[in-house]
């Protein structure tokens, strides 16, 4: 049991990294049914210019709102130069390869950067592990959980509170209304890019000092969190915690009970058992169209 509980806490702590990644994609997703496959990148670049800014000598805190001031930028960028054109000529899943072909750029770039080399992100807490019970927990775990819940809470907040966060609400609810009702739609869907990238960064500088910081580490990182946006609902905050929680603790569960190159299987296997039973995800809405 105390084994059990050691490996819950550490897939929580997994979980919530996936579940900010997939709210990123649910920023998107709400406002213009598009997604940045380019997110493991911004999660990437996040975590580099976040360990060049600390090597320099800044403060881990007072480092968060520049990483989240590039992410923001990088998110733009994304959606103007990827997104925006392919909508502009209506294309379908032109979007799609655009992203995707930004994301390799970015990653290219980072290399020729900082290398090919991964490094070592300098943990702004105590790496000694605190006993609760017979539980042990890494400080930088729970400020993992708690940073995760703190941008999700802070986006939700902006959305619910803030005028151009209800103009970003009334372009998911209905993009043509909003339209109609004087709402740049196009500023609102370049504003979701924006934060969603902005998440993704945050969510690097989140994950970097537990493991290594290099220009591949979103890559996985990005996949499994669209899956765990497909099991919680693209369209359900709460479904991209649910999910990230579920996958990242039957990950952890599976790699030490069953073995270590198993442990992405159940996940796989709870993401098909989802699309068969619950195609718009746990918590997504089933949208009925008109044809």
Partial sequence: MEIF????????????????????????????????????????????VGLTLVLMGVPY????PFVLLFGLAQGLVVERLAVRPAMRIKSEFGWIMATIALGIIFRNMAENIWGRDDLKFPSP?????????AVRVLPMEIFVVIGALAMMAAVEFFNRKSIY???????????DAAGLMGINTN????????????TAAFAGIL?????????????????????????????????????????GVIETLTGFYIATGYKD??????????????????FGKTAIKKV
Avoid: C, H, W
Wanted: glycine residues 12%.
């Fill in 165 to 175: 966060g209800k103009a970003v609400i009334a372009t998911s609810n209905d993009r």
């Fill in 187 to 198: 500023l609102m869907i370049s504003l979701s890019y924006a934060m969603s990238s902005m």
């Fill in 125 to 133: 807490v105590s790496e000694v592990p605190l006993q609760f019970g």
């Fill in 207 to 247: 994950v970097a000092p537990v493991t290594l910081t290099g220009a591949t580490m979103g890559s996985v990182l990005a996949l499994k969190a669209f899956a765990v946006a497909i099991i919680g609902g693209l369209d359900s905050a709460l479904g991209a915690i649910v999910g990230g929680l579920l996958l």
């Fill in 61 to 64: 805190l007072l480092m968060i």
């Fill in 5 to 48: 509980l050691q490996l819950v806490v550490s897939g929580v702590a997994l979980g919530m990294i996936y579940a900010t990644i997939a709210f990123g994609y649910q920023l998107t997703f709400a406002t213009s049914r598009t997604l940045n496959f380019g997110q493991g990148e911004a999660l990437m670049l996040g975590a580099m």
């Fill in 265 to 282: 299987v159940p996940g796989l296997v709870l993401l098909l058992i989802v699309l068969a039973l619950k195609p718009a995800g746990l």
